[in-house]
């Protein structure tokens, strides 16, 4: 037995260290398939007395029993089988000599055997019944057996099998470089085997003595075995070891640390975790601290409790639940029941990857691809791995998550291929769909047989928290794709301009171009088994603005058929079959000038003519270049008077002022005189009615009184009446004074004579002769006599008259 131990309290920081240790790499590799723990639990008289105590709270064994609950071990499950099996040191024999055998076996083992309450009591009685009295501190006999029993448990290459030392001392001098090479055999074996290995050393021996447990994890190469961890006293160890499996073991760990009774806690941690653990942890003796969650929560196990029995100052108990199903976004008051608990959420970081289609990137600009399943050779691309909860809640992941892929060839037997390239880390991550996204850029060859033939390929991926997988999609799981052939089609040439490169409504309306599409390779366009070539065409316009600007109206044609921008419907979008000279032949595109809302003429134009082969996967990458067509508009601008044809207009209009000129100075401008003046009197309504026209048939005598009427002047002239033009006789018309109805015009013939046209509906008589016959609806009429007016509101008596007679 060591005699040079020394230390004390360090058992006040095991059970916290222990609690992340051992829970976490029992789901540090996130995937499917059963849990193999092995414990090798230090039993040593320094344990519990001198040269310690170490750990007079028996912290050890309560660690191993929270590890045992975290774990929940169902050993009697028929497909995934669970194992957890602790070992303690034995009573070995002194190992004086390096020459000497090693002390072999372990003492009783405690296993597991179900998951009812029966089985858990009886598997916590008995770790409670083991004494720490083992007489020498040995670890290759308990770690070979350990590594052995674990390695034999019966399972598949995802079951996670984790092998955990917890020591509070080193080896025994007289042998510790040979126990150093056995125990390198050991993790040689680990690590041939994928065995998690753990480590962990408490005491101040141990801290000044770590250099023989850093050499076991160092010489594993970079590969990932599992960690050590030393705390010589334990004052941090619950947060130290927090951010330790943070990095490790596969848990996004939150140390709450000690606080009040009631906290309010975000259980999901925006991680979306299927499953939190919710530890809770009082020290100094007394009941394990309660776990009233408000809102309640699902922890299909319950809270499971348990005390040390060391000594009461030095003692602790725990309660954990396993929660599941927890709520984002949602704050959930917690109530322990006491003070000063020290608490802590293990969110477990066990996202499910799913392959989804990324984008494939041609001139510097990334174009989405619309499958994930047919991809070019030599064309690099990404694939979008998705990283979201198993449980479907969306939500995001741990910052510490990770994802890779690795593309492989042909499948040949069991998980081999042809051949298999190295792991390719994502370039970009961002929250999307259902959880977060990585995009990995893959690129694979061409068929090292056939350069012409398809072949398929694989992809698999793998989401790693710090160094551990917690998912991956490999061998049957692979992301399984078809290898297409690399093909490149040019145009030729890849620009041109329009015939007539400048289009200018009602001149020249519609330009074209002419150019082929050709490849060096036409034989691999027979993989896609086809006499008729799908083509699918649209247009991009070089500036946002052109199509509403110097193209507005335009209509465009490809090879006669209409075809429009990307957005818009036409034949060419849905594609076109051709016939393989058709598409590997002259193409003509065509511009139909609209109505261009422009006022200059424009400078070069570019119009884009994407071309694509609509045929997976070509249609994603693009295999056609396009072509631009070149072109200028001239638009067609509003009248203006810089423009108008002045000479013409003179050119006209001069002899015809001058015609009207000499017809002013030659023809006679007759015109009423100026002191012609009418009355016009109202008869009374009693009086017969005049007879109709060209009836001969008169009203009544005495129908006419000649009673004495103003004499009022006629209207003046309208202002057009004014113009010195040869208007020739000008009519006046003659209202009723009392009404301002119009009864009649009145306009020269000659010098002497007047004519009279009646109004719609009104004739025209001679005194109380009959109504008169009208020549083309005009009478002709004499000053100084009376006339009658008869008809609709009438009669009403006429007479011409000078005003100066009437006056005189």
């Known amino acids: 037995m060591r005699t040079s131990r020394s230390g004390r309290g360090c058992g006040a920081w095991l059970l916290p260290a222990l609690l992340l240790i051992l829970l976490l790499p029992t789901a540090a590799f996130g995937v499917s398939g059963g849990d193999h723990v092995r414990v090798v639990l230090d039993t040593s008289m320094?344990?519990?007395?001198?040269?310690?105590?170490?750990?007079?709270?028996?912290?050890?064994?309560?660690?191993?029993?929270?590890?045992?609950?975290?774990?929940?071990?169902?050993?009697?499950?028929?497909?995934?089988?669970?194992?957890?099996?602790?070992?303690?040191?034995?009573?070995?024999?002194?190992?004086?000599?390096?020459?000497?055998?090693?002390?072999?076996?372990?003492?009783?083992?405690?296993?597991?055997?179900?998951?009812?309450?029966?089985?858990?009591?009886?598997?916590?009685?008995?770790?409670?019944?083991?004494?720490?009295?083992?007489?020498?501190?040995?670890f290759y006999p308990g770690l070979k057996r350990a590594v052995e029993d674990v390695l034999a448990a019966s399972g598949g290459p995802e079951d996670r099998r984790v092998v955990v030392l917890v020591t509070d001392g080193l080896p025994e001098t007289e042998i510790?470089?040979?126990?150093?090479?056995?125990?390198?055999?050991?993790?040689?074996?680990?690590?041939?085997?994928?065995?998690?290995?753990?480590?962990?050393?408490?005491?101040?021996?141990a801290a000044s003595e770590r250099d023989f447990f850093d050499q076991l994890f160092e010489g594993a190469g970079g590969l990932p075995l599992g960690e050590l961890f030393v705390d010589p006293d334990g004052r941090d160890l619950v947060l130290n070891m927090a951010r330790i499996f943070s990095r490790s073991f596969g848990y996004d760990v939150e140390h709450l640390g000690p606080g009040p009774a009631a906290r309010m806690l975000d259980l999901d941690g925006g991680i979306?975790?299927?499953?939190?653990?919710?530890?809770?942890?009082?020290?100094?003796?007394?009941?394990?601290?309660?776990?009233?969650?408000?809102?309640?929560?699902?922890?299909?196990?319950?809270?499971?409790?348990?005390?040390?029995?060391?000594?009461?100052?030095?003692?602790?108990?725990?309660?954990?639940?396993?929660?599941?199903?927890?709520?984002?976004?949602?704050?959930?008051?917690?109530?322990?029941?006491?003070?000063?608990?020290?608490?802590?959420?293990?969110?477990?970081?066990e996202p499910e990857l799913s392959v989804w289609p990324g984008e494939v990137e041609l001139d510097g600009v990334p174009h989405p691809m619309r499958q994930a399943h047919?991809?070019?050779?030599?064309?690099?691309?990404?694939?979008?791995?998705?990283?979201?909860?198993?449980?479907?809640?969306?939500?995001?992941?741990?910052?510490?998550?990770?994802?890779?892929?690795?593309?492989?060839?042909?499948?040949?037997?069991?998980?081999?291929?042809?051949?298999?390239?190295?792991?390719?880390?994502?370039?970009?991550?961002?929250?999307?769909?259902?959880?977060?996204?990585?995009?990995?850029?893959?690129?694979?060859?061409?068929?090292?047989?056939?350069?012409?033939?398809?072949?398929?390929?694989?992809?698999?991926?793998?989401?790693?928290?710090?160094?551990?997988?917690?998912?991956?999609?490999?061998?049957?799981?692979?992301?399984?794709?078809?290898?297409?052939?690399?093909?490149?089609?040019?145009?030729a040439p890849a620009d041109g301009y329009l015939d007539p490169p400048s289009l200018e409504p009602g001149v020249a309306e519609q330009g074209c171009v002419h150019f082929r599409l050709e490849t060096d390779e036409p034989q691999k366009l027979a993989v896609l088994q086809t006499e008729l070539y799908r083509l699918r065409a649209y247009l991009e316009p070089g500036s946002p603005d052109l199509a509403d600007g110097a193209l507005a109206g335009a209509e465009y044609r490809l090879d006669r058929e209409a075809v429009a921008f990307e957005d818009l419907a036409s034949p060419w979008h849905t594609g076109r079959g051709l016939l393989l000279a058709e598409l590997l032949g002259e193409h003509r595109f065509c511009v139909d000038l609209g109505s261009p809302n422009l006022t200059d003429p424009s400078p070069d134009l570019t119009l884009t003519l994407h071309l694509a082969l609509d045929h997976t996967p070509y249609d994603d990458f693009r295999v056609i270049e396009p072509f631009r067509a070149k072109l200028r508009v001239v638009p067609l601008l509003p009248p203006s008077?810089?423009?108008?044809?002045?000479?013409?207009?003179?050119?006209?209009?001069?002899?015809?002022?001058?015609?009207?000129?000499?017809?002013?100075?030659?023809?006679?401008?007759?015109?009423?005189p100026d002191d012609l003046g009418y009355s016009l009197t109202r008869l009374d309504d009693t009086a017969a009615s005049a007879g109709s026209p060209g009836t001969g048939e008169a009203g009544a005598a005495g129908d006419i009184t000649p009673v004495p009427a103003p004499l009022l002047p006629l209207p003046p002239l309208a202002w057009w009446q004014r113009l010195p033009l040869p208007l020739g006789r000008r009519m006046r018309p003659l209202p009723d004074p009392g009404s301002d109805r119009v009864l009649a015009w009145v306009q020269p013939r000659s010098r002497e004579l007047f004519s009279l046209r009646p109004a719609k509906g009104l004739w025209v008589s001679e005194g109380e002769g009959p109504a008169l016959n009208l020549d083309r609806g005009r009478l002709e009429v004499q000053v100084h006599r009376d006339y009658r007016i008869v008809g609709d509101g009438g009669p009403w008596r006429l007479r011409l008259d000078y005003l100066d007679a009437r006056s005189e």
């Open 272 to 349: 979306t975790p299927p499953k939190v653990a919710m530890v809770a942890l009082r020290r100094g003796g007394g009941a394990s601290p309660e776990q009233d969650f408000s809102p309640s929560v699902n922890a299909p196990r319950g809270v499971q409790k348990a005390r040390s029995q060391g000594e009461a100052a030095h003692s602790a108990a725990y309660s954990m639940q396993m929660i599941e199903g927890v709520v984002p976004n949602l704050e959930y008051a917690l109530d322990t029941g006491v003070a000063g608990v020290d608490m802590a959420l293990l969110r477990k970081v």
């Open 641 to 672: 008077w810089a423009d108008f044809p002045w000479a013409a207009l003179w050119a006209l209009l001069g002899p015809l002022l001058v015609g009207l000129a000499a017809m002013a100075l030659i023809a006679p401008r007759w015109g009423l």
């Open 46 to 138: 320094s344990m519990s007395g001198p040269p310690g105590p170490n750990d007079r709270g028996r912290l050890a064994i309560l660690a191993t029993m929270l590890l045992y609950d975290l774990v929940d071990p169902n050993p009697q499950d028929p497909r995934e089988p669970d194992s957890f099996v602790v070992f303690p040191f034995a009573h070995w024999s002194e190992w004086s000599s390096p020459s000497q055998p090693p002390p072999t076996g372990t003492g009783q083992p405690i296993e597991a055997l179900g998951q009812d309450t029966a089985d858990r009591e009886a598997f916590r009685a008995s770790l409670q019944g083991l004494a720490y009295d083992a007489p020498w501190t040995y």
């Open 176 to 205: 510790k470089a040979r126990e150093a090479e056995l125990l390198s055999e050991l993790r040689n074996q680990m690590l041939a085997a994928k065995v998690g290995f753990y480590v962990l050393a408490f005491g101040p021996t």
């Open 374 to 491: 047919r991809v070019m050779a030599e064309t690099p691309f990404t694939l979008r791995i998705l990283a979201a909860s198993p449980i479907g809640t969306p939500g995001g992941q741990a910052e510490d998550l990770h994802v890779s892929a690795r593309p492989h060839g042909p499948r040949k037997i069991g998980c081999e291929y042809d051949w298999t390239e190295g792991w390719i880390g994502y370039g970009a991550r961002d929250s999307w769909g259902d959880g977060v996204a990585f995009d990995v850029r893959l690129e694979f060859p061409a068929n090292a047989n056939d350069p012409a033939a398809i072949y398929d390929g694989f992809v698999d991926a793998v989401a790693k928290f710090n160094e551990f997988d917690v998912d991956k999609l490999d061998c049957d799981d692979a992301h399984g794709l078809e290898v297409y052939p690399k093909i490149a089609i040019r145009t």
